[in-house]
């Protein structure tokens, strides 16, 4: 059975792995901060999403439509308010700019219809293998390793995760305190910063003590603005979520327990959908294999195997 969200949100081991995928994030946008930057306001978090999901459902043949077209994503994120249709416009052909997307071989003249870079494809990978090992960490599940196994899942997980995370409005649009840091260029990085930390800072009156941390050192690794910053981290003092001590380069930093709370209720919602997903489709994959013992993989499985996970 599927780990739920209650179970999740108050379980310390889900604390202690949303830590490290925290970490994790954090270097991969040193690593690839052009790649990773699809990922750091929850906005774009969605986009990149949807966009992968209608490339990934007809390249597993789900889908009998063009797949990922500009009009295609922006008719789906405008359903949802989460973005207007020039903003995915304008992201749409950032992706292209980068190549993190380029044109489908097959493509129509119109609507042009594009498929994800091999970078993308083992971004997104690496993502979905994050955030299977935190769920294993909870219950000492095997997810990750039957993904390892049988990495084509990407393709098939994927697409129904991103639809059910998109209709969930408590996802979708989070609490206005945690939209602090998620609606802001770069705020997600930030509070996964705040995160790594937390499980072995020590709870004091209610304040998780995260240290003295360099406030213009943050700045520049994560390519924001150091007024941006400041401001962003003055509303998160007032509204009670961290409390700072320092004027200078160096703040000491506290994190509000009830906020840390608050935070992990709402990553919950995301991993809680991302477990049914994943166990609904090992139950498919299961039922075709015992339908189907001696029957070859899918296309897809190969060629996102070459890949790599």
Not at 272 to 283: G, H, R, S, T
Request: charged share 25%.
């Amino acid at each position: 059975m599927s780990l739920s969200v209650a179970t999740l949100a108050s379980s310390w081991r889900f604390a202690e792995a949303i830590a490290v995928m925290a970490a994790r994030f954090g270097d991969q946008f040193d690593e690839t901060p052009r790649l990773a930057r699809a990922l750091v306001s929850h906005q774009r978090w969605m986009m990149t999403q949807a966009a992968f999901a209608l490339y990934a459902d007809h390249l597993a043949g789900r889908s009998s439509g063009p797949g990922l077209t500009a009009s295609g994503l922006a008719d789906w994120i405008c359903q949802t308010e989460i973005a207007s249709r020039n903003t995915v416009l304008t992201y749409v052909d950032q992706l292209l700019s980068y190549r993190f997307i380029r044109l489908h071989p097959a493509s129509a003249k119109r609507p042009r219809s594009f498929e994800a870079s091999e970078a993308s494809i083992d971004a997104m990978q690496r993502w979905l293998g994050v955030n299977l090992a935190v769920l294993d960490h909870v219950d000492g599940g095997e997810r990750l390793q039957h993904f390892r196994q049988r990495p084509e899942l990407l393709f098939l997980v994927q697409p129904e995760f991103a639809r059910l995370c998109l209709d969930d409005q408590q996802w979708r649009e989070p609490g206005e305190r945690i939209g602090l840091f998620l609606w802001t260029e770069s705020g997600a990085l930030v509070m996964d910063r705040f995160i790594s930390l937390t499980p072995n800072a020590v709870l004091e009156d209610d304040f998780y003590d995260l240290g003295t941390i360099d406030i213009p050192a943050m700045a520049e690794r994560f390519v924001m603005s150091r007024t941006h910053l400041q401001r962003a981290l003055r509303k998160a003092e007032q509204h009670g979520c961290i409390r700072r001590d320092g004027s200078g380069r160096a703040s000491h930093i506290w994190l509000s327990a009830d906020f840390y709370q608050e935070y992990r209720d709402w990553l919950a919602r995301k991993s809680a959908i991302l477990d049914a997903v994943f166990e609904k489709e090992m139950m498919v994959a299961g039922e075709t294999q015992q339908a189907h013992p001696q029957s070859e993989p899918v296309t897809v499985a190969r060629s996102a195997s070459n890949r790599g996970c």
